[in-house]
């Protein structure tokens, strides 16, 4: 089971940390991903790192403003945000990837946990 928490009401330009705990199973095996859902829109990839956490990917429009982190020994994946814009909010949601490629493909990730809310006021 995942579990995402951090979001929350945030001004343009601050930041939040969103974290997405694991129980009930070891993912450190496994990628972990980031995706998001805003009012009316499709679920959209945000960023994906391995399982080694050596190699990260991110959606273009947040390179340079959020950084996907993990720490296996706490079953945990974390996303800073920063730099955050009213175009960010949305529903984020933390999965495990099992599949293959592409990363942003949100069929490749067996495992997906409750999202929280991130609203970005201008």
């Known amino acids: 089971q995942l579990q995402a928490s951090g979001g929350g009401l945030v001004q343009a330009g601050g930041s939040l940390r969103l974290s997405c705990a694991a129980s009930?199973?070891?993912?450190?095996?496994?990628?972990m991903g980031w995706f998001r859902r805003a009012p009316g829109k499709e679920r959209e990839f945000v960023a994906v790192?391995?399982?080694?956490?050596?190699?990260?990917y991110y959606l273009d429009s947040v390179k340079g403003r959020f950084t996907i982190s993990r720490d296996n020994a706490k079953n945990t994946v974390y996303l800073q945000m920063n730099s955050l814009k009213p175009e960010d909010t949305a529903v984020y949601y933390c999965?495990?990837?099992?599949?293959?490629?592409?990363?942003?493909?949100?069929?490749?990730?067996?495992?997906w946990g409750r999202g929280t809310l991130v609203t970005v006021s201008s």
């Open positions: 009930g199973r070891t993912f450190s095996s496994y990628g």
């Open positions: 999965a495990a990837r099992t599949g293959g490629l592409p990363y942003s493909d949100y069929r490749q990730y067996a495992y």
């Open positions: 790192i391995m399982w080694s956490g050596g190699m990260t």
